[in-house]
């Protein structure tokens, strides 16, 4: 059973550290920690981390079979389509490892300091996963069609507006 589907038992900086962070992943597409944060909702202290578990979390693989529907995605555009869910599976793996790295500090040892780096950690895998999917999304949207890419740009669109307004 993967980590998204296991409640997060942690202390109240790491908790802290990781709803900062999925606050930062709200502009990601695949918005890797989504499941995190959900989970946390049972244990997360603060408005911070109340702000981050409003959105209900979905698993990468749930993710990744839901944007494909709303994208619309042709069979001719699978092996594109697949570079982008290999991206999205490749940023949620990597948010696993960070998390599970990150449970190995007891909280009463992390300073203010330790806190932060930890909060660039999560933000610094998110700009590099973020990086990682433009990439291979850039070349699949040049593959779509004109409706295609009107679609993309609504369905984004939709999404960013949801992110936003809750």
Do not use: C
């Not at 932060?116 to 999304?137: C, E, M, P, R, W």
Request: no cysteine; glycine share 4%; aromatic share 4%.
């Amino acid at each position: 059973m993967s980590s998204f589907t296991r409640p997060i038992a942690g202390s109240a900086p790491f908790l802290r550290s990781v709803a900062i962070a999925a606050l930062l992943g709200a502009t990601m597409l695949a918005t890797p920690l989504a499941a995190a944060r959900a989970e946390q909702a049972v244990t997360a202290p603060g408005p911070a981390a109340a702000a981050a578990t409003e959105t209900k979390g979905e698993t990468v693989e749930q993710r990744i079979t839901s944007l494909h529907a709303a994208l619309k995605i042709t069979p001719n555009q699978d092996a594109k389509w697949n570079a982008v869910a290999q991206a999205m599976r490749e940023n949620a793996a990597t948010m696993d490892k960070l998390i599970a790295s990150n449970r190995t500090t007891a909280p009463q040892n992390k300073t203010a300091v330790a806190d932060l780096k930890t909060y660039q950690q999560f933000a610094q895998a998110h700009v590099d996963g973020l990086k990682n999917l433009i990439g291979s999304f850039t070349t699949l949207y040049d593959a779509m069609t004109d409706a295609q890419k009107k679609n993309a740009d609504e369905v984004f669109t939709a999404r960013q507006t949801a992110r936003l307004h809750g």
